[in-house]
Nanobody, 115 residues
Framework: QVQFVESGGGLVQPGGSLRLSCVAS????????MGWYRQAPGKQRELVAT???????TYVISEKGRFTISRDNAKNTAYLQMNNLQPEDTAVYYC?????????WGQGTQVTVSS
């Protein structure tokens, strides 16, 4: 059974930082490229960053330089370090496989950027 458990979100002021974690189970984590997605209120879910099996990374242009995706295959865990957060980063953040996400999505972790 595929399962993703995201954590690390919270309320942060503009310019602040958060580190998100995603623990995967039920999949051969090390064999899959992974991505972080987010869904803001009233908007569709969008892909934020990806990391391949061997650690190569890609970012949505607006996040490049502020976000860093990483993974620890021994812990079946993906991370998203987010710096200089802005109000437009407010969303629920999820992880899943890329480029073909599993039908199952975790509960996500809420990130709210507000002063």
């Amino acid at each position: 059974q595929v399962q993703f458990v995201e954590s690390g979100g919270g309320l942060v002021q503009p310019g602040g930082s958060l580190r998100l974690s995603c623990v995967a189970s039920g999949i051969s984590f090390r064999l899959h490229a992974m991505g972080w997605y987010r869904q803001a209120p009233g908007k569709q879910r969008e892909l934020v960053a990806t990391i391949t099996r061997d650690g190569s990374t890609t970012y949505v242009i607006s996040e490049k330089g502020r976000f860093t995706i990483s993974r620890d295959n021994a812990k079946n865990t993906a991370y998203l370090q987010m710096n200089n957060l802005q109000p437009e980063d407010t969303a629920v953040y999820y992880c899943n496989r890329v480029p073909s996400p599993y039908a199952y999505w975790g509960q996500g972790t809420q990130v709210t950027v507000s002063s």
